[in-house]
């Protein structure tokens, strides 16, 4: 071979070469570039507030669970692991007492490392009175959480202890079947952010001090808009692959799924006739929940409280009615407080719904006769309540589904549909201003005390006020893990179930499910029935980037 002809073909290597680190560095620009995209979403209202201690909404709940971080976690498949802290841990001390060591690496925003303090401190706070907590339901298992939360002792009474600058212990009442579900809401607060903003906390993202993947910028208490941004003190920051996530507001779910189908947004939200419109579509993720939602009647009003007339409203509504003709959005029919496939006989793996049988029927001839007898105890023939809902499509339905049938069917029964938004709602849920109202419930653990609890007569989100001793006497005894056995509790929370249903203490109305567009360029995301609205963004990613 000639000199030439060897030059000539070093030059043509060397040009190929050239060419490839060119297209693979365009591949590797280009992925580099789609891993940097921000991901824009959707949420249905604004939040009420971003503190762990005092959300009880699912818009604070949405965005607390982006940035922020409990003792535990759920991982991409739903399984619980451990968060701030290092691992799992068994229960010592006859199922009472919990030790927890912090990770190491685990930090705020600002780079700080979260202690045991932190801990201590975000639970105390949680408990005592003066913080005026709404969300008490996950520690009020702790050793003196009712004397404490009651004035009686101070907060730091309540059973929680610092070790040493990692590690912290609990301590219960009585053993506890689903602590580790609970857990996930222990959520740390910084000791100096607290000391800094007091009641403010959580009320602006310039008041709030993130320790989950994400850190909340541009939210300042009531705009529609806010970004997360890829908290690099996270501990496990390294595999948090999205590093900016745009959020708006928004409540109409035409517009939000004209939003996704121009390309402005890459998850949303949508309910309704829009799910069926949209059946096959490859971006919609249908997912059923363990959410229920029901009907509460004000036990502080006459009318209200008369068990005649809740039982009339409850008997004519035909739930299969109301989801499959109605709603339209893949949500079930609702037979009870407890919802389907949530709780199950310990013993046979049987359905508690199955077991329990169907507590809220349609018998509009029965519904004509408990309105009789209201009208003769209540000495009228006409009656017209104020029905507090949400200003969402959903619930707009709901509404005037409700209406629809109460008017039809018992004549004199008149409906009045007060459409507010959801922030407005919950705090005329709390200071017991309506004459009946929707009311959803999420679940928080596997069992059905999650969602017989909320009726007790001293429990916060007992909106109706009603108090029967013979369910709470129920209640008392389910709380008495250390006495009966999981069989003898399970037929104990049956038999509650049973009584707070033959007084139609609540009218069931349907078990959600969530639709969600997603775009099909992200991965990662995936909801199952206990999962929140927006998901763990925590694992998205682009899928052309991974």
């Not at 000539?8 to 060119?22: H, Q």
């Not at 932190?118 to 408990?127: E, L, M, P, S, Y």
């Not at 490859?282 to 959410?291: A, E, Y």
Request: charged share 25%; proline share 4%; hydrophobic share 35%.
């Amino acid at each position: 071979m000639s000199k030439q002809s060897k030059s000539t073909k070093l030059f043509v290597n060397i040009t190929i070469l050239g060419a490839m680190a060119v297209l693979l560095g365009g591949c590797s620009s280009k992925s580099s570039k789609q891993a940097e995209q921000p991901l824009k979403i959707t949420i249905p209202g604004e939040p009420m507030t971003i503190d762990p201690s005092k959300s009880i909404e699912t818009n604070g709940g949405a965005v607390i669970e982006q940035i922020s971080e409990g003792i535990y976690r759920r991982d991409r498949k739903h399984k619980i692991i451990p968060g701030v802290v290092e691992k799992k841990v068994q229960p010592t001390e006859a199922g009472t007492k919990y030790t927890f060591k912090i990770k190491k690496n685990a930090r705020w925003q600002d780079g700080t490392p979260i202690v045991a303090q932190d801990f201590v401190n975000a639970i105390r706070r949680n408990a005592d009175p003066k913080t005026k907590s709404q969300q008490t339901t996950a520690i009020q298992y702790l050793k003196n959480f009712k004397a404490v939360n009651e004035g009686k002792m101070a907060p730091d009474k309540i059973g929680v202890y610092a070790g040493d600058k990692r590690s912290f212990s609990l301590k219960l009442t009585k053993p506890v079947p689903f602590m580790d579900y609970e857990f996930i809401s222990y959520r740390p607060l910084q000791t100096a952010a607290l000391k800094k903003y007091g009641a403010q906390y959580g009320s602006t993202s310039a008041k709030t001090v993130a320790n989950g993947a994400y850190v909340i910028k541009g939210w300042n208490g009531s705009n529609n808009s806010w970004e997360y941004q890829k908290n690099k003190y996270y501990w496990d920051a390294k595999n948090v692959k999205i590093p900016q996530v745009k959020v708006n507001v928004v409540k109409d779910d035409n517009t939000a799924q004209s939003m996704f189908k121009a390309g402005e947004i890459d998850l949303t939200s949508i309910t309704g006739q829009l799910v069926k419109q949209n059946k096959g579509n490859k971006d919609l993720v249908v997912t059923p929940t363990g959410r229920n939602n029901y009907i509460y009647f004000n036990s502080k009003r006459k009318v209200t409280a008369n068990e005649n007339i809740r039982h009339a409203v409850s008997l004519v509504i035909n739930r299969r009615q109301l989801t499959d003709k109605v709603l339209q959005d893949g949500s079930q029919s609702a037979s009870n407080i407890v919802p389907k496939k949530y709780a199950y006989n310990p013993t046979t793996g049987k359905d508690f719904i199955t077991e329990v049988g169907n507590l809220a029927p349609t018998d509009i001839t029965k519904a004509k006769s408990y309105w009789q007898k209201a009208q003769v105890e209540l000495g009228t023939k006409k009656v017209k309540l104020d029905f507090l809902i949400d200003d969402t499509e959903t619930e707009k339905k709901l509404g005037e589904y409700v209406q629809g049938v109460v008017e039809k069917n018992l004549p004199g029964f008149k409906i009045n549909l007060v459409s507010v938004p959801h922030g407005t709602h919950v705090s005329r849920d709390f200071s017991c201003d309506f004459d009946i109202c929707t009311v959803g419930w999420g679940q928080d653990y596997p069992d059905a005390q999650n969602y017989l609890d909320g009726m007790r007569s001293n429990n916060q989100i007992n909106f109706a006020k009603t108090k029967d001793p013979q369910f709470d006497d129920l209640m008392d005894q389910v709380d008495e893990t250390d006495k009966y056995t999981a069989a003898e509790r399970y037929d104990l929370e049956k038999k509650a179930d049973q009584r707070l249903m033959d007084i139609a203490a609540v009218a069931p109305t349907f078990q959600t499910s969530q639709a969600h567009f997603v775009n099909s360029k992200v991965g990662g995301l995936s909801w199952d029935a206990m999962s929140g609205a927006s998901g763990q963004i925590q694992y998205a990613y682009w899928k052309s980037s991974k």
